[in-house]
Structure formats: C-alpha cells, structure tokens
C-alpha cells in the first residue's frame, strides 16, 4: 500500500500568516492527490483534488502544488476560521490519508 | 443540497452488533461511490473502505477485513456500515463520505460515535 507522510504534525502560527504542509508519497501517485480540513467536532471538508483544484467554494487563499511523490498546501494570509486540522490523502487505487496536521492559533 | 445524514451515537459492549446508516439526498445515490472512514479519539483519519452503489459491491481496507460489512438500500439511498463482535478498539466516530469526480471524497457524513465499554 501506498503511505502517505505528512509534515509537521503540528503547527502554530498566527492570523495573517503563511503557512505551508506538505505531504510525501511513498511512490508515483502522479497528481492523485486531495486535502481535507477538520475543525473540532466536525467532519472533513474537501479543500483540494488533483493536487492543486480547489473544491467549490474554497477561498483562494489554499493553493495546493505538486506531483509524483512531492505535495503541499499553502494557506496565504490565515484567517481565525482556517484553524483546524488538515490531512493529505491519495486517491489513486487504494486510498490512504497522511498522519494529519493540527494548525493552532499562536 | 448534496447531504449525507448518519444515525445517532451508539453505545455498545464488547461482542455486541452495530449497524450505522448513511442517508444520502441531493443526487442519484447510485451515480457514486459510498466510503468509510474511522476517526479513533483523538487520532487521524483511516480509510476502511468502499462500496459500489450500482453493483453493491464491497471493498474492505486490510484492517476492516472479518468482522466489518457495508451493505445497501438503494431504493432508500441508504449506506450501513455493521461490524460485529464489536472490541474496545473499536470505539470511534465512523463517517460516510461520497466519491466525487475524480475520487477525492467531496461529501461527508456528520459522523456516528460509536463507545464499546462493558
């Protein structure tokens, strides 16, 4: 199976900072890859597919990139809302999620 | 809207049965893929598996192979997720969550706590 890694674990920072997670693929998922926000309580939402599409209604602050084994998302300008944990997970064959980040308010 | 919309939490002992429901409105049910995701307390997301809504057929993650079963009613665009001989490691919230294009998972469940404590 494919692992996926995901660096860091955790994060602080502050609003109106930039910030960026990535995630590592154990092998070739070319751009199969998606991004997940969780807020405490809540269920995932769908932030990013493909690597770099964001879902519908996505504030363009999130950008995703990469490719083959190498991804990230960066969140421009953080806003009190996109606290939260975020999670890596390919979608190509068999689906695997990243360990998660927990991004937290400094 | 799109929703998909869980049973309530459940509260069960070790050895018993739970089958959780997964109540899909907003789109044609059997269009896409239904998946299950397990969320241990305080941990990260883990992938149990899928079920094809047209054919009703079953794919397990290695993890959920034995005692974990998807099932369908599509005339009530209905997934259920029962797993059996319920463990203490079991305790967790479950969520449903729909294959989109492209296979990224774009509508989640609320999610059902699921508590195995004798």
Partial sequence: ?106 | QIQLVQSGPELKKPGETVKISCKASGYTFTDYSMHWVKQAPGKGLKWMGWINTETGEPTYADDFKGRFAFSLETSASTAYLQINNLKNEDTATYFCAREGYDDAMDYWGQGTSVTVSS
Avoid at chain 1, 21 to 40: F, G
Avoid at chain 1, 70 to 95: A, M, R, V
Wanted: hydrophobic fraction near 25%; include cysteine.
């Fill in chain 1, 1 to 106: 199976d494919i692992q996926m890694t995901q660096s860091p674990a955790s994060l602080s920072a502050s609003v109106g900072e930039t910030v960026t997670i990535t995630c590592r693929a154990s092998e070739n998922i070319y751009s199969y890859l998606a991004w997940y926000q969780q807020k405490q309580g809540k269920s995932p939402q769908l932030l990013v597919y493909n690597a770099k599409t964001l879902a519908e209604g996505v504030p363009s602050r999130f950008s995703g990139s990469g490719s083959g084994t190498q991804f990230s998302l960066k969140i421009n300008s953080l806003q009190p809302e996109d606290f939260g944990s975020y999670y890596c997970q390919h979608h190509y064959g068999t689906p695997t999620f990243g360990g998660g980040t927990k991004l937290e308010i400094k």
